[in-house]
């Protein structure tokens, strides 16, 4: 069977002395955490390790031993620490070396496992000690992402990323602390930390329990009973504000929780939720600072009411064109100018309630643009449910024909079932056979023929309003599809995974160092990092849904029969 040593690259330059690692029966592998250097007692080695495996819950122990030529100033010196497997007893004994003049290395094992083997049955692997230890290797995705092999060759790797990143305290002490032991491995030159970051830590606690106090007052509000009763409950769950508002609150109470995060998963999702917050307030303020300079809120105020001017005439325009002769088509005369007359004056009335207005839009807009500062998903919902009040008239003229149209079809429906000698059985929802008389026929005739002679004009009115109703939707929607980008874009991780690629690592993959007949192979194990849009799909976080619950093929199927889509959104929070 081949052994495989996964050998730190940091150790290759170390002092003579003994490998401490893990030793991985099932693979047949040893991987190598730090170097134990001169001098030392056997039972102070002995105890320091069992601290350790009670404090890292890895069964660390004394692999073998390493010789440095260059740095061995005596012969006796490779005896001595062959003599040590004696000692520490650990089979099989792995003896490297790396030998004066020569680029190669030597590798060598004693004891009743190694009865037999030879040196070319050892792979020597070097790999990066900080980055294998920083790294969260991801598991292949997809029912057949891979093979069996690969399958099993992925989770013999995950246990040597496993121990790496369980050996954290080991690596906290190194050659230059006082004491008996004197180990060498990825922080020997020193334990990395940062002020700044140690400050930050330290006055962040006092910060998140006082924003965990804020929020929970504001939590306890939201949640209060008058809230709950109509119609600020029914506002509450429509307007694309008040979701956004409630979706952000959770987030700032999963950041500035004081519980600690349990795995690597929960951490990576408060990074990118605090990022999320963070660019989203950034962009936020960077959307007021322009709205606010060079008086850009006047000049919109200026323009809203002859836009609206402009849009109603528009609107004037198409329905006198439908009150004559649209494309050709002959119409009811009576139907459609009772519809007409009716829509105009819901225009003259909405026209008259915008000009009524005019006088506080200024105001009202500089209000609601100081509210970016709270995050440009928050300004972007301000600005669809401003867009639904504006459009309000589009929406009930949509309804009004929808409405008409639905029961024209329903009733030709129903008296088409009436000719056949069929009807709709309420009770078993189904369609049974029944016997009519001759005036129930006649009274059927009768409506069946003023209804599908009214049905071009209303359907005509139907279609138009439709498609105008559809063209705010699909406005409001590309605005949805914006927010719900910002709150589940994962940020952190995708940042990470340009800086620090390592970091998410997908596998790994092997170079060859050096080859030769009698010696060991010696590779190098360098990290592959996840492709981006695996980044985004592991670390999206959850947000609630902005689309309809329908399929489109029922969606096409409601537009048909004219049953009413309305303008607001099923929202569902989708879970982890």
């Known amino acids: 069977m081949v052994l495989k040593v996964f050998f730190p690259a940091c150790c290759s330059s170390a002092e003579s002395g003994l490998l401490v690692g893990r030793w991985i029966p099932e693979q047949n592998s040893a991987v190598v955490l730090a170097m134990i250097h001169f001098p030392f007692i056997p039972g102070q080695v002995k105890q320091f390790l069992y601290e350790m495996q009670q ?22 010196l490779d005896r001595f620490l062959e003599d040590l497997g004696t000692i520490f007893s650990h089979d099989p004994w792995i003896q490297l070396s790396k030998e004066k003049g020569s680029k190669f290395w030597s590798c060598c094992t004693a004891g009743k496992q190694s009865e037999g083997d030879s040196t070319s049955e050892i792979i020597v692997v070097y790999y990066d000690q900080r980055k ?9 995705q997809g029912p057949a992402a891979a093979p069996d092999q690969k399958v099993e060759d992925a989770s013999r790797l995950a246990t040597v990323f496993d121990t790496v990143a369980r050996s954290k305290l080991l690596f906290m002490k190194d050659r230059y602390d006082e004491g008996p032991i004197q180990l060498t491995h990825w922080q020997s030159e020193g334990v990395e930390a940062s002020i ?4 930050m830590k330290q006055a962040s606690v006092p910060v998140c329990m006082l924003v965990t106090f804020l929020l929970s007052l504001v939590s306890g509000t939201c949640k209060s009973r008058m809230l709950t009763f109509w119609p600020l409950s029914f506002i509450w769950s429509k307007l694309s504000t008040c979701e956004q508002l409630g979706h952000r609150l959770q987030h700032l109470q999963i950041v500035s929780s004081n519980r600690k995060a349990q795995n690597q998963t929960q951490l990576m999702r408060k990074a990118n939720i605090f990022l999320s917050l963070f660019i989203d307030m950034v962009l936020g303020i960077l959307l007021m600072s322009w709205l606010y300079r060079k008086n850009r809120i006047g000049h919109l105020a200026n323009a809203l009411v002859p ?46 309630y915008i000009h009524l207005m005019s006088p506080f839009i200024e105001m009202i807009l500089w209000h609601v643009g100081l509210s970016a500062c709270l995050g440009l998903t928050v300004a972007l919902s301000i600005l669809s449910d401003i867009i639904a009040l504006l459009t309000f008239h589009i929406y009930c003229f949509y309804v009004y024909g929808a409405r008409l149209y639905c029961l024209k079809i329903y009733g030709l429906s129903s008296l088409w079932r009436l000719f056949r000698g069929k009807k709709w059985n309420v009770l078993r929802q189904r369609v049974d056979s029944c016997s009519y008389d001759l005036d129930q026929l006649f009274i059927g005739t009768l409506l069946f023929t003023i209804l599908l002679f009214l049905l071009p004009t209303t359907a005509l009115y139907y279609l138009v309003f439709t498609l105008l109703r559809l063209l705010v939707v699909v406005v409001q929607g590309l605005i949805h599809l914006l927010v719900d980008l910002i709150n589940s874009l994962p940020f952190y991780s995708i940042l990470l995974r340009l800086c620090r690629s390592y970091r998410l690592a997908s596998g790994v993959k092997f170079r060859v160092l050096e080859q030769e007949a009698g010696k060991p192979l010696r590779l190098l194990m360098q990290i592959n990092p996840l492709t981006y849009s695996s980044v985004v799909q592991t670390y999206r976080l959850p947000t609630y849904s902005c689309y309809p ?15 009413l889509i309305y303008p607001w959104k099923h929202k569902v929070q989708k879970q982890d």
């Not at 404090?55 to 006796?76: C, D």
């Not at 619950?549 to 049953?563: I, M, P, Q």
Request: hydrophobic share 45%; net charge negative; proline share 2%.
């Open 307 to 352: 836009m609206a001017d402009h849009v109603a005439q528009q609107l004037q325009d198409l329905l006198q064109w439908l009150m004559g002769v649209p494309a050709g088509l002959k119409m009811n005369r009576a139907l459609d100018q009772v519809l007409g007359r009716f829509f105009l004056y819901h225009i003259h009335l909405w026209i008259s």
């Open 132 to 140: 294998v230890m920083l790294s969260q290797l991801h598991p292949l």
């Open 549 to 563: 619950k329908d399929s489109w093929g029922s969606l096409c199927k409601k537009l048909f029969v004219g049953e």
């Open 55 to 76: 404090a890292t819950q890895v069964e660390v122990s004394v692999l073998g031993s390493w010789t440095n030529s260059k740095q061995a100033t005596e012969e006796s």
């Open 196 to 199: 700044i970051v140690e400050l």
